[in-house]
């Protein structure tokens, strides 16, 4: 199935990141913020927002794709409502992050990076999180799971699934 954005649909949002664009027209650093802000308002930032951005700014749209995909930040698929990102940093690694993936993976049904197709989940890698004491760790949107077992996901991954 191929994800792409509807722009009919999205035309309260073009409203919204126009008015932002014209707000700072006269501003230095135009490109990061108006980036910043179509990614808020969209969530992601497909070909069409893009496209859109490059023309209300006059910036060539390949300076601002190469901007959107060198920035980690940015991302150009919809991310699901719940975010997992589990740490890959060295203590959680040799703690057994890496099984914690695997298993996350296979009960989600999709790979690192990628978003379920009701667009519940997005699993992604990070690096440390700043608790290795509680290695391994996993974030769900702003909360910490630590001291993970496989055979506790299924249980953690239910209850987001309500
Ligand atoms: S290495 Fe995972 S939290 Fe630091």
Request: proline share 3%; charged share 25%; aromatic share 8%.
């Given at each position: 199935m191929q994800k792409g954005l509807c722009v009919k649909e999205k035309e309260n949002e073009f409203r919204r990141l126009k008015e932002f664009i014209e707000s700072k027209k006269?501003?230095?650093?135009i490109m990061m913020q108006t980036l910043q802000e179509a990614q808020n308002i969209f969530g992601y930032l497909p070909i069409e927002v893009q496209k859109f951005i490059a023309d209300e700014t006059g910036i060539p749209l390949a300076e601002v794709y190469g901007v959107v995909t060198f920035?980690?930040?940015?991302?150009v698929t919809p991310k699901g409502k719940h975010k997992i990102g589990v740490c890959l940093g060295t203590a959680c690694y040799v703690k057994g992050a890496q099984l914690i993936l695997d298993k996350l993976s296979k009960e989600l049904g999709i790979n690192v990076g990628a978003t379920t197709e009701d667009n519940l989940f997005t699993l992604e890698a990070t690096r440390?999180?700043?608790?290795?004491?509680?290695?391994p760790v996993m974030m769900i949107d702003d909360e910490v799971y630590g001291k993970?077992?496989?055979?506790q996901i299924p249980e953690i991954i239910a209850k987001y699934r309500g």
């Amino acid at each position: 199935m191929q994800k792409g954005l509807c722009v009919k649909e999205k035309e309260n949002e073009f409203r919204r990141l126009k008015e932002f664009i014209e707000s700072k027209k006269e501003t230095q650093g135009i490109m990061m913020q108006t980036l910043q802000e179509a990614q808020n308002i969209f969530g992601y930032l497909p070909i069409e927002v893009q496209k859109f951005i490059a023309d209300e700014t006059g910036i060539p749209l390949a300076e601002v794709y190469g901007v959107v995909t060198f920035y980690t930040q940015f991302s150009v698929t919809p991310k699901g409502k719940h975010k997992i990102g589990v740490c890959l940093g060295t203590a959680c690694y040799v703690k057994g992050a890496q099984l914690i993936l695997d298993k996350l993976s296979k009960e989600l049904g999709i790979n690192v990076g990628a978003t379920t197709e009701d667009n519940l989940f997005t699993l992604e890698a990070t690096r440390c999180l700043g608790c290795c004491g509680l290695a391994p760790v996993m974030m769900i949107d702003d909360e910490v799971y630590g001291k993970l077992e496989t055979k506790q996901i299924p249980e953690i991954i239910a209850k987001y699934r309500g």
